[in-house]
């Protein structure tokens, strides 16, 4: 059984410090520790080219043209069977270079188009499916460290990292008001408690199940949601699920149709509609692009301004 730890905040700050904390409660429950932290890696920003996506769907292996450390971070990643992120609190959600990694483990970290995209490879003589250590099972706790109240968006921040890879999600806690963590002691030992829980988890993946904050949406425990102007109608943050929400004896509660929940975004079928949707959407835009109209707005476009550039 093994735990890696990823700190995304300052070396040797509070986000180290509580990572590790979580990481020495796995070890006395038996489990091999690694940690990281990804300052001492060189993370690029996904530039959104989709050549990664392009070749994943032509059976050769959805490889990344970014030239960086992200894959061995992938590789340290695919290693583990439990992971635990401690991310500071950027203006209420992740620092940036956690919403980085999240960009980066988009289409060719999803587990739906890796599954198209080996089925894609075996019918294409000497074609190359993905990665397959991606399909493995993996758990994954998170902790989000702020130093005041600005920290109600994170949790579907952590929520979307877990969504292309599939990670089981056993805690997200949010630790406000904590530049002194160290020095608290009931923090402490709630970090302690989650590497307890996500080494028992990680030791038993089949059987794991999240135990953390039960939060609003009932499938995927988010808090987030965005509300229509239809006050009948919410929209959860993290799964994508469409329901109402209501106060029953005096807490909100979600609901939705059951019959909808296949379409969650966190889900197997709800991924491979997505895949259908993105790739009808492809097709389309394929076609626009061959009209001369299509071009002419594009040239409208091109030609009306250039971007500016520092000087070097």
């Known amino acids: 059984m093994k735990i890696l730890g990823i700190s995304c905040g300052t070396k040797n700050g509070n986000n180290d410090a509580i990572c590790k904390e979580v990481l020495m409660a ?13 300052w001492d890696l060189n993370i690029q920003h996904c530039t ?36 635990i992120w401690a991310v500071p609190i950027f203006e209420k959600g992740a620092a940036g270079i956690f919403r980085t990694i999240t960009d980066r483990f988009g289409p060719r970290n999803d587990v739906g188009m890796n599954i198209i995209g080996t089925q894609i490879a075996e019918q294409i003589p000497g074609g190359v499916a993905p990665d397959q250590r991606l399909m493995k099972p993996r758990v994954a706790s998170f902790i989000g460290v702020g130093g005041s109240d600005w920290s109600t968006r ?57 135990v953390g904050d039960p939060g609003i949406c009932p499938h995927c425990h988010c808090r987030n949601f965005f509300l229509a102007d239809d006050a009948t109608q919410a929209i959860c943050c993290a799964c994508g699920l469409v329901g109402e929400i209501k106060v029953i004896d005096g807490k909100l509660r979600f609901s939705f149709d059951p019959g ?24 389309k835009l394929m ?26």
């Not at 059976?59 to 590789?75: E, M």
């Open 48 to 83: 959104g080219c989709t050549a990664c996506v392009m070749s994943l769907m032509s059976g050769k292996g959805g490889k990344c043209v970014i030239k960086d450390d992200f894959d061995w971070l992938r590789d340290k990643i695919f290693e583990a069977d439990g992971l």
């Open 154 to 210: 994170i949790q579907c921040d952590f929520l979307n990292l877990a969504l292309t890879p599939m990670f089981k999600v056993i805690e997200t806690e949010v630790f406000s008001w904590s530049k002194c963590i160290v020095m608290e002691d009931e923090k402490i030992a709630r970090a302690h408690e989650i590497g307890v829980n996500l080494a028992k988890a990680a030791g038993d993946i089949e059987n794991a199940s999240y």
């Open 260 to 283: 909808t929940e296949h379409h969650a975004h966190d889900t197997l079928s709800g991924k491979f509609i997505h895949c259908d949707d993105i790739k009808e959407n492809e097709g």
């Open 287 to 312: 076609e626009l692009k061959k009209t001369d109209e299509f071009k002419a707005r594009k040239a409208k476009y091109n030609e009306f301004i250039t971007g500016m550039k520092p000087e070097r």
């Open 26 to 38: 796995a070890a006395e429950q038996g489990a091999e520790v690694s940690f990281i932290n990804v």
